[in-house]
């Protein structure tokens, strides 16, 4: 087919036999967050350049080469969102959700952009699940949103995720850990590449998560920073570890996780698996306790994380967890004449106030051909109407599978007497 156009590289359809999927794992990531406290917030797909310049940080692979920045036709300088966190950010403050009492705390799904080079679980545009919680510093904040995160996976079916833990410090402990940083790097300076050499001054601790293989041999040796926390940044590292173990979450702490975004202070997270290949930090997080105030808020300590839903997708595939599919047609009503037509479609409309998935032909097709349509979508129930159905006011309904049929009035019991055919049919589903 000679088609004007395909979709752009690192982009991916959701075509209508898949959403059931992705509609699965979003209802349990809304059910988790919401037992947690949170409300689900949605803000705009595109924002002023400057938030994220601000918020994520000049000197970050995102800001500096994987933005999808463009000038409206009235000269603003916008950024289609690179993640979700500044955004939320942004809305809390103009919106002053402070003022309805802390903390406060807000769920989202988002679609990201980031011009990155695409491979196995890495698009330009992607979709996270995200939590965010405003206004706390306690470290029970911490704990409770790596659990919510742990019992997302956990319910998801996933196994093999662990999680790694770290904490990178508030700006007083980062100040001195970044000049041992600028030391130790400035002594392989001949071997860095040309983006760390330009960070090694300004923001060293990006120089951790280059992606270059050689850099990153280099920063294995690095300084962590677990060895130069203060007092207050190691009690609360101390205290998060504390409310993990209390909850029974499992967690490594692994000192060179600094993660890719400026924004976090003290502690960061990532849930890690090695079973989709090279991207495999499903979710990842930490708290942010200067954010707000560097969009022109006050002082509000907060945290969140995003999981990426195009990876949990992933896992699910390679782990061969099944997801139950309810996008199922449970009736098809194959018709003959103009009679059972309009019959057919009253009955229709009993059947799917019920909350039954239910369908009848549009096409204008024999009764073979509606059968067969019936047998390619999957129903798990069909039934003919003919004039002498219509005469009888009685018609059979078959079960696709096994070729049992039960003869059911076509009267106002209709729906209800199918609903209780479908629930006795372990195999069928209730849509
Ligand atoms: P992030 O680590 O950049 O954090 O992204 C979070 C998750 O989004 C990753 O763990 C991954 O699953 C998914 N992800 C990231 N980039 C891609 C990509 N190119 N293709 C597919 N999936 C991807 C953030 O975005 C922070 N805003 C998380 C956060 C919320 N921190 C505090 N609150």
């Known amino acids: 087919m000679a088609l004007i156009t395909r979709k752009i590289k690192g982009t991916e359809d959701v075509l209508p036999k898949q959403s059931y999927r992705w509609q699965f794992i979003e209802n349990i990531m809304r059910e988790e967050s919401r037992a947690y406290g949170f409300k689900e917030m949605r803000t705009p797909v595109f924002e002023h350049t400057e938030l994220f310049a601000r918020g994520v940080g000049q000197t970050t692979d995102v800001v500096q080469k994987e933005m999808y920045t463009f000038d409206t036709k009235g000269g603003e300088s916008v950024t289609l969102r690179p993640e979700g966190t500044a955004g939320a950010a942004r809305a809390v403050l103009e919106h002053s959700l402070d003022n309805e009492g802390l903390p406060i705390k807000a769920s989202y799904f988002v679609s990201c952009y980031r011009y990155e080079k695409p491979q196995a679980g890495r698009l330009r545009e992607f979709h996270q699940f995200g939590v965010e919680e405003y206004g706390t510093q306690s470290p029970v904040a911490d704990a409770e949103i790596i659990c919510l995160a742990q019992s997302v996976l956990d319910r998801l079916g996933l196994s093999g995720v662990h999680l790694e833990i770290n904490s990178i410090g508030c700006p007083e402990c980062r100040a001195k850990y970044n000049q041992a940083l600028r030391e130790y790097f400035t002594e392989y300076k001949e071997q860095l590449c040309q983006t760390c050499l330009s960070r090694l ?17 280099i920063a294995e040796g690095a300084p962590k920073i677990t ?12 205290e998060v570890r504390k409310y993990l173990t209390c909850a029974g979450v499992d967690f490594v702490i692994n000192p060179t996780i600094v993660r890719g975004l400026d924004y976090y202070t003290k502690t960061v997270f990532e849930f890690v698996t090695d079973c989709i290949g090279a991207q495999g930090t499903v979710c990842g997080g930490g708290r942010y306790d200067g954010l707000i105030e560097e969009l022109g808020g006050k002082h509000m300590p907060s945290l969140g994380f995003a999981i990426g839903l195009e990876r949990i997708l992933m896992v699910m595939d390679a782990q061969g967890i099944e997801i139950p599919n309810t996008d199922v047609c449970a009736l098809y009503i194959a018709t003959m004449g103009d009679d059972a037509k309009q019959k057919a479609f009253s009955l229709l409309r009993q059947v799917r106030e019920c909350g039954t998935a239910a369908e009848t032909d549009s096409v204008g097709r024999g009764l073979r051909a509606q059968m067969k349509y019936a047998d390619k979508i999957g129903a798990k129930y069909s039934m003919v109407l003919g004039d002498n159905e219509i005469a009888e006011n009685r018609a059979k309904v078959k079960n696709m599978e096994s070729g049992e049929q039960t003869e059911l009035a076509l009267d106002d019991s209709f729906a209800e007497k199918f609903a209780v055919l479908l629930l006795a049919d372990e195999k069928a589903f209730k849509i």
């Open 201 to 217: 001054e300004k923001n060293p601790m990006r120089l951790l998560d280059c992606k270059s293989p050689e850099d990153h041999k």
């Open 227 to 238: 060895d130069y926390l203060c007092e207050e940044c190691e009690t609360h590292f101390g």
